[in-house]
Structure formats: C-alpha cells, structure tokens
T-cell receptor, first 115, second 110 residues
Framework: EAGVAQSPRYKIIEKRQSVAFWCNPI?????LYWYQQILGQGPKLLIQ????????DSQLPKDRFSAERLKGVDSTLKIQPAKLEDSAVYLC?????????????FGEGSRLTVL | GNSVTQMEGPVTLSEEAFLTINCTYT??????LFWYVQYPGEGLQLLLK?????DKGSNKGFEATYRKETTSFHLEKGSVQVSDSAVYFC?????????FGKGTMLLVSP
C-alpha cells in the first residue's frame, strides 16, 4: 500500500515570496491533515479536511496560509507571503475517517526554509 | 486546553539498557493516548496507543500504560537497540484534535 506522498521535500525561499506544498493521501482515506512542525517542537495542526470540506482550520494563519482539497483526494497548502517564522517542516497526514482521530499516517514532510 | 509534556532530550543510552520516556498530559474528558516515533529521514509513525484508563499499549518491545490517576503515559522498553534511535512523540486525542508533545530524542550507542 502506497503511503502519504508529499512534494517538494525541501524548499528554500526568501521572505515575502510564495510557496506551495502538495500532498496525496493514502487511497481511500477520507480525512486529510496539514501539520506544521517547527524545529524542537511537536507538530501543530493547521487544517483538517473531511473529504473536500474543512473540519478545523482554527490554527491556520488565514492572512497568509491557504489550503484546498478540491476533489476530496490530494491537497495543496500555500503560503503567501512567507515570513521567517514560517520556516518549518510541513507534514501531511491522512486517516481512514475522522472517527480514527489519533491514528494518522504521515508523509515524510516538506521542509521549508525562509531566508 | 489540552496539552502534553514530555521529558527533555536527548536521552542517551547504551545498547540493552532500560528506557523510560516520561509523558504527562492535561485534558478534559477521557482522551486516547499515543506514542509516535520518527526515525531519521522518515515520517512520523504510530508506535502504540491506549484508549482508556489502565489500558496498556505495546509494540516492538515498547510499552506504555494509561494512568488516569497520575495523568501519565510513560514509554518503556526493557532493552533498547541502536535501531531504536529516533524522536518519540507523546500525543493525545479528544476525538477532534491530536495534540503532540515536543518530542524526545533517543540516542542508543553500541
């Protein structure tokens, strides 16, 4: 079974530039999550989708971050404009459904460096 | 709100030593508790879980018991191997959100 796929693995940009990350979850997983993991900290939830609807985006900085999951499968997370404090690893995860909360399958992450 | 506190790392052990990584939590209600592991260069993966008080989760020789009275979920292994070197994250779920601790790095030397 293929795992959660993310790209790119690494991205370096200058502040005020934009960046986009892509995620393809495990086939059949209805719930998709984006987490931000800053160095030395645990992952923090940015947004949770159930199919193509948003379940929780309370911690997403909506002035600069956006995410979509238009067809209920893959998802894109965008940052525009980026700030220095956005340097982090962006983790995508999926689960079979929202009732499996806690049992998530993670991708390898996309490491963003903002200079 | 919910929170998870883990012991600071790195934890440095010799092969075959006994491992304990402490984890305590604060939550309303009755959360489920998890340990996730992140091996170098890989994504997080679920190591074990417990869904109610006194449950013991176990996997790959690791164990953790859900202690409601002390709000703890300490991770233990009787004999660590070099291949166990990784970052370990304690987490809780209140059925809506998964909240992680900061992680504890484990380094095992031969």
């Amino acid at each position: 079974e293929a795992g959660v796929a993310q790209s790119p693995r690494y991205k370096i940009i200058e502040k005020r530039q934009s960046v986009a990350f892509w995620c393809n979850p495990i086939s059949g997983h209805a719930t998709l999550y984006w987490y931000q993991q800053i160095l030395g900290q645990g992952p923090k939830l940015l947004i949770q989708f159930q199919n193509n609807g948003v379940v929780d985006d309370s911690q997403l900085p909506k002035d600069r971050f956006s995410a979509e999951r238009l067809k209920g499968v893959d998802s894109t997370l965008k940052i525009q404009p980026a700030k220095l404090e956005d340097s982090a690893v962006y983790l995508c995860a999926s689960s079979l459904n929202s009732k499996n909360t806690g049992e998530l399958f993670f991708g390898e992450g996309s490491r963003l460096t903002v200079l | 709100g919910n929170s998870v506190t883990q012991m600071e790392g790195p934890v440095t052990l010799s092969e075959e030593a006994f491992l304990t990584i402490n984890c305590t939590y604060t939550a309303t209600g009755y959360p489920s508790l998890f340990w996730y592991v992140q091996y170098p260069g890989e994504g997080l993966q679920l190591l074990l879980k417990a869904t109610k008080a006194d449950d013991k989760g176990s996997n790959k020789g690791f164990e953790a018991t859900y202690r409601k009275e002390t709000t703890s979920f300490h991770l233990e292994k009787g004999s660590v191997q070099v291949s166990d070197s990784a970052v370990y994250f304690c987490a809780l779920s209140d059925r809506s959100t998964l909240t992680f601790g900061k992680g504890t790095m484990l380094l095992v030397s031969p």
